[in-house]
């Protein structure tokens, strides 16, 4: 039972994983971007709504405020990508992000200082508990948010117009540029979604996994390994890949001698996944 509890306790980080790993995808999918820094412009925005209303002041209007900042973030970073690396790599495209990663947390350093933010999380205690099995509010909620933002851009990439046009963009933005299609503006508008979303979550989250802005470096790494299970195309997998390391950690939990290795969850995901992925290719060209 120890075990079983350890695991769910353990999901309950696979869902911010599997969360983030969804956006990650998302943008990959939609704008050739692995944006390393997804997660530093959520916890920025967080911080600044604390800043300028403060602890005591309107949760829903930090929360409001906290999505705005992170989505006005996120435009002015996809307008520069799409903007002045329109036909660039992929590999060239990422890179800004991480210097934006950087550049943000040299700027909560500078602004809001290296201490812990009470940041106040917005779902609190339990939803579901039985035999030491708990089940909290916050990861029942992160795990909602995953599948409804993974269902809705099956849906809207599927199903709409607006989904053909942002495929078409990703895949061939120069002939989408010739058919008068405005390349930059939907492609902005796509960073812009992906950034309000990362505001959210961390204000979902509060104190609980980002009470400083060294840490949301930490969260990266499992959330990228989440959405490489997926291969960054697969909305699905990688919502599973999340709450798999997840869990794992948690399974590591359970034995004091084993605790530290945990964080080799995620890079052991990796690994395995990037030697799996070699093995087939292998197999391809021998057939």
Known sequence: MDLISSFVVGLSAGTIYATFGVLLTLMALLTRVINFAQIAVGVF??????????????????????????????????????????QASATARSAVTVAVLMGLLSMSAIFFGTRPQPLAPLFVGPAWSSGGIVVTKAGVAMLVLGVAV??????LLGYTSVGIRLRAISDHPRAAALL??????????????????????????GSAQ???????????????????????????????GGLLIGGLQGLFTAFPDLVNLKDW??????????????RKEKWDAAR
Request: glycine share 8%; charged share 5%.
């Open 180 to 205: 008068k299609v405005n390349v930059t503006g939907w492609q902005v508008a796509v960073w812009a979604v992906s950034g309000a979303i990362s505001g959210l979550v961390v204000f979902m989250l």
């Open 210 to 240: 980002v009470s400083s802005a060294s840490s949301m470096v930490n969260l990266m790494v499992p959330a990228a390994a989440a959405a490489l299970v997926g291969a960054f195309r697969n909305l699905e997998l990688t919502i599973i």
């Open 45 to 86: 925005a967080a911080y600044l709504s604390l800043s300028l209303i403060g602890p005591d002041g309107s949760t829903l209007g930090r929360a409001a405020l906290a999505i705005a900042a992170a989505a006005a973030v996120s435009v002015i970073v996809g307008w520069v990508v799409s903007r002045w690396l329109g």
């Open 150 to 155: 993974a269902g809705m851009a099956r849906l």
């Open 265 to 278: 969850v995620p890079i052991l995901s990796v690994i395995v996944f990037l030697l799996w992925n070699q």
